[in-house]
């Protein structure tokens, strides 16, 4: 028994050894290199590490768009199977009839459609105005109208909507496009603040020289404006145009509190009422429906939610060279 015991412990000294040897001649060996040789490794180590750490986050923001496309596809039965995770059994494609059914979809993608592009362009131009006269010129008050524009984006869209539907309710304006559209021609609408922020941010950047050779050449500010200035910050209007369309897509909020009526609904509020119509439809089917197959709507829901991403996903896919133009133009002027 102590035989044994002593070859045990004899094994394992070894192989302490040998692990603590292989580990010191490791380090020697990478001390004895030359300057380049310890160059490319540690390049070789971090970028290692930066492509996992990329890889895991690209993981984390495409995992729930999988979840939401193989669930789309998938019947109740397959929903409920727990052998069943990623491929469907059985692809369901009249999940997508329902879901278009349920949305009133062509009708929901033009009022979707149409207050989202009218608003990113009207948002574009306004706070580009905004932006360059804040960036560019000085004037009394100019501080005081940089402070009121951080004011309204720290102010919270729900400590106004009551207010707001007020105004436009005495308007006459509820259940159109004005109280989205509107807004955005002066440079409020959702996200305003922060748009005239991005745009001061690149106007501000320009070099002065180039106004001087501009009024010496006889150009007034609005000339300015419109031939040198708006071409420089391409990248700014880029950013702006996209991610004012892709946030007036996903309002849920604004929107359904003044475009409430059935005709008039954008796609958002309508994928909220999808469950309401399934209902429905499960009850005229089959009257004597349970309650828990009238629950059973998750496949036409996500059916429904890929239907509204599909737009956003185009418009990401399409504008993503500009995207990221903008970006880089940012931390190289930084």
Excluded at 101 to 128: D, E, K, P, R
Excluded at 194 to 204: A, E, H, K, N, S
Excluded at 218 to 236: C, N
């Amino acid at each position: 028994m102590s035989e044994m015991t002593a070859t045990v412990e004899n094994v394992e000294t070894t192989e302490k050894k040998t692990s603590k040897f292989s580990i010191k001649g490791l380090i020697e060996k990478y001390e004895n290199l030359g300057y380049r040789a310890k160059k490319k490794i540690s390049f070789v180590i971090s970028r290692i590490f930066l492509y996992f750490v990329l890889i895991e986050m690209a993981y984390l923001f495409i995992l729930p768009f999988l979840y939401i496309f193989s669930t789309a596809f998938m019947t109740s039965n397959d929903y409920l199977d727990p052998t069943v995770e990623w491929i469907p059994t059985t692809i369901e494609w009249s999940n997508f009839s329902k879901a278009f059914v349920g949305l009133n979809y062509i009708n929901s993608f033009i009022q979707s459609a149409g207050t989202s592009i009218l608003s990113a362009i009207f948002q574009t131009l306004s706070c580009a105005i905004i932006g360059y006269a804040i960036g560019r010129f000085k004037f009394k008050g100019r501080n005081l109208i940089f402070f009121f524009v951080v004011l309204v984006l720290l102010i919270p869209p729900q400590t106004t909507i009551l207010s707001s539907y007020g105004m436009w309710s005495t308007l006459g304006m509820i259940n159109t496009w004005a109280p989205i559209v509107l807004p955005c021609i002066f440079g409020l609408g959702y996200r305003g603040a922060l748009f005239v922020l991005i745009y001061m941010y690149f106007f501000q950047r320009v070099p002065d020289v180039l106004d001087d050779a501009a009024r010496i050449d006889g150009a007034g500010p609005i000339r300015l404006f419109i031939q040198i200035m708006l071409p420089l910050v391409k990248s700014a209007i880029a950013i702006v145009c996209i991610f004012s369309f892709v946030w007036h897509w996903n309002d849920n909020y604004e929107t359904p509190t003044y475009m409430f009526k059935e005709d008039i609904m954008t796609l958002q509020p309508k994928l909220e009422k999808i469950r309401t119509f399934y209902s429905e439809y499960v009850t005229a089917g089959d009257s004597s429906a349970t309650i828990f197959e009238k629950a059973m709507s998750e496949p036409m829901l996500f059916a429904g939610c890929l239907m509204v991403m599909i737009p956003v996903l185009l418009v990401y896919i399409f504008g993503q060279k500009q995207l990221t133009q903008g970006i880089e133009r940012m931390g190289i002027i930084e």
